[in-house]
């Protein structure tokens, strides 16, 4: 067979795993108003961009998920599975680290579709953290108020959310509360949601007056700052999902700082210590 002259591997791997499929996408400057998204970011703290994928590029993404599920998810460390039913491998609520798992995902953070965005609303020079996916089980509680920064345990990254079907009030879509993102890091206490181990100590009347509703038709994509109080509802679907999937940014000087790393490793330990001994993963 003849090589693919634009990468070493055997074109029959890239044909299989979607491998250099989206560093052709377009850019992300292509798809939105640069100026406007980042004048709304500066002053809410969120953004909003309806129609982000293509119908191509969308379907593209679902394959390779499909593939992912069927293929990488049996082989790879169960710190990165979570399931409704950890004994029913068709209710996974959660993937973490994929693009360490696998090289199309790998790409997707690298893509010039998203790769550059989280520079443009923050600043500063960034780089892919984590590719996730996140699926709301028909039934599925709300996911608690609070802010990304507190996992991060820094202000200096951006979480990126890409609604892979319409998610709407009913099947769980997410609300934000726009200005929030100016009060800095807001104290919080322990949450029994799987996947979400923190959640806002006291989200007063007037965050939830001001809070904004993000419903989302599939292929739109949601953005938000680390202090962005956030949340998701419940699924009161008794048969839609809420699948999407979220790409994080962090500054690239975040990855020089020793200590930022080891407090986030012994979190991180913790957090699959507790999961580990309720049997959720």
Not at 60 to 86: G, H, Q, T
Not at 145 to 172: C, R, S, V
Request: charged content about 30%.
């Amino acid at each position: 067979m003849a090589a693919d002259p634009s990468t070493s591997e055997p074109v029959s791997k890239k044909a299989r795993t979607g491998e250099g499929l989206v560093s052709t996408w377009p850019k992300f400057t292509h798809r939105m108003n640069q100026e406007e998204v980042k004048t709304f970011f500066t002053e809410t703290g969120y953004i909003k961009v309806p129609d982000f994928l293509s119908e191509d590029e969308l379907a593209a993404l679902n394959r390779e998920l499909m593939r992912y599920r069927r293929d990488v998810v049996p082989n790879i460390s169960n710190k990165d599975v979570f399931y409704e039913e950890k004994d029913n491998p068709d209710t996974i609520i959660r993937l973490e680290r994929m693009q360490t798992n696998d090289d199309f995902f790998k790409d997707l953070g690298h893509s010039p579709a998203f790769n550059g965005l989280a520079d443009l609303l923050l600043g500063e020079e960034m780089e892919p953290n984590n590719v996730q996916f996140f699926s709301k089980p028909p039934g599925a509680k709300p996911t608690p108020p609070h802010q990304d920064g507190k996992y991060f345990m820094h202000d200096k990254g951006i979480t990126f959310w890409l609604a892979l079907d319409d998610a709407d009030e009913e099947n769980g879509c997410l609300y934000y509360v726009p200005g929030t993102h100016l009060m800095g890091e807001l104290q919080h206490e322990k949450s029994t949601a799987l996947g979400f181990s923190q959640g806002l100590a006291d989200y007063s009347a007037e965050m939830q007056e001001k809070e904004a509703c993000m419903s989302a038709k599939k292929g739109s994509l949601l953005g938000h700052h680390p202090y962005t109080v956030h949340r998701a509802g419940k699924n009161s679907s008794l048969t839609r999902w809420r699948p999407a999937l979220g790409l994080t940014y962090w500054a690239k000087s975040c990855q020089h700082d020793e200590e930022l790393k080891r407090r986030h490793k012994e979190y991180q330990k913790k957090l699959l210590e507790e999961l580990e001994n309720k049997g959720r993963i």
